[in-house]
């Protein structure tokens, strides 16, 4: 048995989310299915987080056990073989330690939420950014972000489907950046709660656009109540960046 590491892209749009799901294809379902059809063997893939419907990913992370002797780039040509028409890519394989796992190995995990920030609507980029016509002040909405980092009770900013045990988390960094029409959030931490990004990119938004001020992003945090939040940004506009390891 070889423990294989994967780093992977997808695009979410099409997914109920990374997990298997009873009422829509995942992710995860049809890697597990494309390695069943290079290997023949039933697997689990493991992976460092679980992103929702419509959720992307640039470097995923993932791990899956195999019995069939095969070297990483023949396993890793043959899964994405097979995973052919799905926009899921398979972009690199290595060999790993049998105790090295995705999630629980994991000590950093990093998301990108971006916005396109003008009035025309989408064409080349629909379902993979968040259109916000007004104008928005970036500058702002990164000043703001900076109330978030540290340690907090995420509450606000927390999914009422949250599996979590506790709503206190620490995050690394928050920051904001405007590149021409897009403007970029970049979020990092060990860990993060059921649309706890989303929920902040919602709150940042209703700041860049003058509609809070960041005492009222402050006055949300220390509400510890989701009826505090400005909005949930949607799904497509979030990605899922990196993991990090020892």
């Given at each position: 048995m070889t423990r294989f590491a994967l780093t992977i892209e997808f695009d979410g749009g099409p997914y109920m989310g990374w997990q298997w799901q009873d009422h829509g294809p995942s992710v995860q379902g049809a890697i597990e299915e494309a390695i069943f059809k290079t290997t023949g063997e039933k697997t689990l893939v493991y992976s460092a987080g679980r992103t929702d419907a419509g959720v992307h990913a640039l470097g995923m992370r993932a791990h899956v056990d195999v019995q069939k002797?095969?070297?990483?780039?023949?396993?890793?040509?043959?899964?994405?073989?097979?995973?052919?028409?799905?926009?899921?890519?398979?972009?690199?394989?290595?060999?790993?330690?049998?105790?090295?796992?995705?999630r629980y190995t994991c000590i950093g995990r990093s998301y990108e939420y971006?916005?396109?920030?003008?009035?025309?609507?989408?064409?080349?980029e629909k379902g993979r950014v968040w259109r916000i016509g007004p104008e928005m002040d970036a500058?702002?909405?990164?000043?703001?972000?900076?109330?978030?980092?540290?340690?907090?009770?995420?509450?606000?900013?927390?999914?009422?489907?949250?599996?979590?045990?506790?709503p206190l988390k620490t995050l690394d960094r928050l920051n904001?950046?405007?590149?021409?029409?897009?403007?970029i959030v970049e979020a990092?931490?060990?860990?993060f709660l059921h649309h706890q990004v989303r929920s902040?990119?919602?709150?940042?938004?209703?700041?860049?656009?003058?509609?809070?001020?960041?005492?009222?992003?402050k006055a949300a945090l220390a509400?510890?109540?989701?009826?505090?939040?400005?909005?949930?940004?949607?799904?497509?506009?979030?990605?899922?960046?990196?993991?990090?390891?020892p």
């Open positions: 002797p095969l070297p990483p780039f023949r396993l890793m040509g043959a899964i994405n073989a097979h995973l052919c028409p799905h926009p899921i890519a398979i972009l690199a394989c290595e060999e790993v330690d049998p105790e090295w796992h995705a971006r916005i396109l920030n003008r009035r025309a609507p989408l064409t080349l500058d702002a909405m990164h000043e703001a972000a900076q109330l978030l980092v540290g340690l907090h009770d995420f509450t606000t900013f927390r999914s009422t489907a949250c599996q979590s045990a506790s904001v950046r405007r590149e021409g029409d897009h403007i990092a931490a060990l860990s902040m990119v919602g709150c940042l938004a209703a700041v860049g656009l003058g509609r809070w001020t960041t005492q009222d992003l509400a510890r109540n989701r009826t505090a939040l400005a909005e949930n940004a949607p799904p497509e506009g979030l990605y899922f960046v990196a993991a990090r390891y």
